[in-house]
């Protein structure tokens, strides 16, 4: 049974950054594909970063140039540095983990999920 672990959210003024964590309670993070997702008021739960088990990653045009995703296979810890963060940002962000999403961003490609992390940006 995979949990996942989210932190690091909070309130923070617009332009300003935060870095999200996940820890993982599996063997090691690197055999799994990892995302982030976030859930904002009235709209649908979005997929924002992928991370495949071989490293490559990709990115939501939304979010696309202010987000950084890494992965600490030591800590089995994934992590989402947001920058340039922006009021319409708030929402819950969430953890999820699979052995075969390859990194993609939909969400049901994910059968793991944290509770997650509130982001709001005033």
């Known amino acids: 049974h995979v949990q996942l672990v989210e932190s690091g959210g909070g309130s923070v003024q617009a332009g300003g950054s935060l870095r999200l964590s996940c820890v993982a309670s599996?063997?090691?993070?690197?055999?799994?594909?990892m995302g982030w997702f976030r859930k904002i008021p009235d709209k649908e739960r979005e997929g924002i970063a992928g991370?495949?088990?071989?490293?490559?990653?990709r990115y939501a045009d939304s979010m696309k140039g202010r987000i950084i995703l890494s992965q600490d296979n030591a800590k089995n810890t994934l992590y989402l540095q947001m920058n340039s963060l922006k009021p319409e940002d708030t929402g819950m962000y969430y953890c999820?983990?699979?052995?075969?999403?390859?990194?993609?961003?939909?969400?049901?490609?994910?059968?793991?999920w944290g509770q997650g992390t509130q982001v709001t940006v005033s």
């Open positions: 999820a983990a699979d052995l075969w999403a390859m990194g993609r961003l939909g969400a049901s490609e994910y059968d793991y």
């Open positions: 599996v063997d090691t993070i690197g055999r799994y594909c």
């Open positions: 991370i495949d088990s071989d490293g490559s990653t």
